[in-house]
């Protein structure tokens, strides 16, 4: 019998990979959620602690669901390798590491929403695979050493097993592909947005003044595929417009059940609303403004009938995903809506196609559900979501802020003259005022853009002059209730970042 740790660790790892592509294909052939991987990765997202998934929006930012599918991948692949050194002594071994990967994806298939029973066939597909290739690719390395001139030489075993590792490897690569081929459920939401079209939608150009025209600045309105992406999907649900439906009930006298027909019928409002993520850092950019149309939940909740005593709109994901929201601010005089629309054109599928909630004023992990299909009325005694399970605060106010965007930190700044410009925001209440500090000396007024409301973000800008070499620049703002931005620094947890932004720059000429 071949010793050698490396030709049982190789089979151990094509074999895993092996059983992976098979459950992935069975599940893909019955639209399932497809990889056993995905749902694993999915319930490390929803047992993660609060702080924990914070490190890891920080560190790996629009990256980190990737990250995370890697490091599953790089756990599996060390697990495949053990298992296969393992079957040198017998099979007990790899039996157990099979045995307890299987029940994790049980575990993580079990507890993700909608689960199908198809899941849990191809998650024992996937163990027999392995169990078989295992045994079929080691079969080789089993044999005992010759003894006679009739019996295969040591060169012949290993290129006998070299072709079972191959065969192996050619055929899970096929199946893959062929799961992948198959489970064509998101080409097809694809093809089905941009097929639509939505009567009424429009797309105006910024308002006349918005931008202050600092080279370098970014665009007022954000474009879509630079919009930040914030969400727990590992794999982004891919809902067909057709058969999409959203139920509103709890609280209330009658439940009211929408189609996405419904809403492009009923569509009665458009506006520009910028959002941000409450894990945005001082200065940071997790922050977009977006021409957004859509149905004003005030009027389907009254269609409903709110009962009294509701103070929570408990708002639901496909992918199972929830965020409590504050009733009051679903039913006043705001822009909160089920959009339909993201800058003229059907959201994008990343961005919650084809319905997702647009609450200005809150942050997105209070209100921002994508992709929603439930919106129960109730009380927030009465309810837990997502994100405050993990220690985030439960109304979640955007606060105000405001950011330096030229000059970058590091960067050239004219020293008599010099222009520096940014951003700021207080959603629903409005920006007042921004005031720039060099080298922390007297606070001076900036110019500001004009804004069609007190929803989106406003552009600022100042002129300095100091003298060459290196300073530093601080921002603060002031929002329409006269309240000036703190300079208390804060962490993003657990109800948003405070602070003033500064960057160093080098004055020249």
């Known amino acids: 019998m071949t010793t050698s740790r490396g030709p049982w660790a190789l089979a151990g790892v094509v074999a895993g990979y092996a059983g992976l592509a098979t459950s992935y294909c069975v599940a893909s052939l019955a639209t399932a959620h497809g990889s056993a991987v995905v749902a694993v990765a999915d319930l490390v997202i ?6 924990a998934a ?28 053990w298992a296969g050194v393992l079957a040198r002594r017998g099979w007990a071994g790899p039996l157990v590491v099979y045995g307890v990967l299987a029940l994790v994806g049980v575990v993580a298939v079990a507890t993700q929403r909608g689960e199908s029973p198809v899941e849990y066939v191809a998650l024992a597909v996937g163990l027999l695979t392995w169990i078989g290739a295992l045994a079929l690719m080691t079969g080789p390395l089993r044999s005992p050493a010759p003894v006679a001139a009739s019996e295969p030489a040591p060169g012949s075993t290993r290129r006998g097993f070299l072709l079972r590792v191959g065969a192996v490897a050619v055929v899970a690569v096929a199946v893959g592909a062929a799961g992948r081929a198959v489970g064509a459920s998101r080409r097809q ?3 089905a947005r941009r097929l639509l079209r939505l009567p009424g939608i429009t797309k105006p150009e910024p308002p006349a003044g918005s931008s202050v025209g600092v080279p370098g600045m970014p665009p007022w309105e954000t474009p879509n595929d630079e919009f930040y992406r914030i969400d727990t999907a590992i794999v982004v649900p891919a809902v067909e417009p057709d058969g999409w439906r959203l139920r509103i009930h709890g609280l209330v006298d009658r439940e009211v059940e929408l189609s996405y027909q419904d809403l492009v019928d009923q569509q009665d409002t458009e506006a520009w609303v910028t959002i941000c993520c409450v894990s945005n850092e001082v200065g940071g950019d997790l922050i977009g403004n977006a021409w957004w149309g859509g149905v004003r939940i005030a009027e389907l909740l009254r269609r409903a009938g709110v009962q009294g005593g509701a103070d929570a709109v408990l708002q639901t994901s496909a992918d199972g995903w929830t965020c409590g929201t504050p009733l009051a601010v679903l039913t006043d005089d705001r822009d909160a809506m089920l959009a339909i629309a993201m800058n003229g054109e059907p959201l994008p599928i990343e961005h919650g196609f084809p319905v997702r909630t647009i609450v200005p004023g809150l942050y997105g992990y209070v209100s921002a559900c994508k992709w929603v299909v439930d919106l129960e009325v109730t009380r927030f005694s009465e309810i837990s979501a997502y994100w405050t399970e993990r220690g985030w605060s439960e109304l979640g106010p955007v606060k105000m802020s405001s950011r330096i965007d030229v000059p970058r930190d590091g960067g050239d700044v004219a020293a008599s003259g010099g222009r520096v410009a940014g951003v700021a925001w207080a959603q629903h209440t409005g920006i007042a005022g921004v005031e720039v500090s060099v080298d922390e000396g007297d606070w001076q007024p900036a110019e500001l853009a004009r804004v069609p409301s007190a929803d989106t973000w406003v552009q600022w800008a100042a002129t300095i002059d100091v003298e060459p070499g290196d300073h530093t620049v601080r921002v603060r703002a002031t929002d329409e209730d006269g309240l000036v931005q703190t300079g208390e620094s804060q962490d993003v947890v657990p109800d948003g970042a405070t602070g003033w932004h500064s960057v160093r720059f080098t004055a020249t000429g």
């Open 189 to 191: 939401v694809e093809q």
């Open 54 to 81: 914070e490190q890891a929006i920080q560190l790996f930012r629009h990256h980190d669901k990737t990250a995370l599918v890697i490091g599953v991948l790089v756990i599996l692949t060390a697990l495949f390798a």
């Open 46 to 51: 929803r047992e993660t602690p609060g702080p």
